[in-house]
Nanobody, 124 residues
Framework: QVHLVESGGGLVQTGGSLRLSCAASGGTFSDYTMAWFRQAPGKEREFVAAIRWSFDGTFYGDPAKGRFTIARDNAKNTVYLQMYRLKPEDTAVYYC?????????????????WGQGTQVTVSA
């Protein structure tokens, strides 16, 4: 029933910015953790950032620290990933995920629902 739809990906030059959106529907998210992962060709899916739906609590993977910000809009059931100072290394498909992980939040297996992904391409 839960459905996640990402949007906002595209092509940007090195140093530019993008804001990704994840629209959530079909469930109650008060106890959920929402997260962004990314996957580049030939690489494992990588944790980017996470946020608790019901209160402020954010977590960032190493590539995101200092450059990306995760935020939520409860009224719109939407989670955002604001990305600054993008690098070619950030090129990947970015996925939105939702779940109630009781363990480490950086593990893909701890999330129950996934979006289809949105492509981010950063040119040199």
């Amino acid at each position: 029933q839960v459905h996640l739809v990402e949007s906002g990906g595209g092509l940007v030059q090195t140093g530019g910015s993008l804001r990704l959106s994840c629209a959530a529907s079909g469930g109650t998210f008060s106890d959920y953790t929402m997260a962004w992962f990314r996957q580049a060709p030939g690489k494992e899916r990588e944790f980017v950032a996470a946020i608790r739906w019901s209160f402020d609590g954010t977590f960032y993977g190493d590539p995101a620290k200092g450059r990306f910000t995760i935020a939520r809009d409860n009224a719109k059931n939407t989670v955002y990933l604001q990305m600054y100072r993008l690098k070619p290394e950030d090129t990947a498909v970015y996925y939105c995920a939702a779940g109630v992980p009781e363990g480490i939040i950086t593990t893909t297996g701890n999330y129950d629902y996934w979006g289809q992904g949105t492509q981010v391409t950063v040119s040199a």
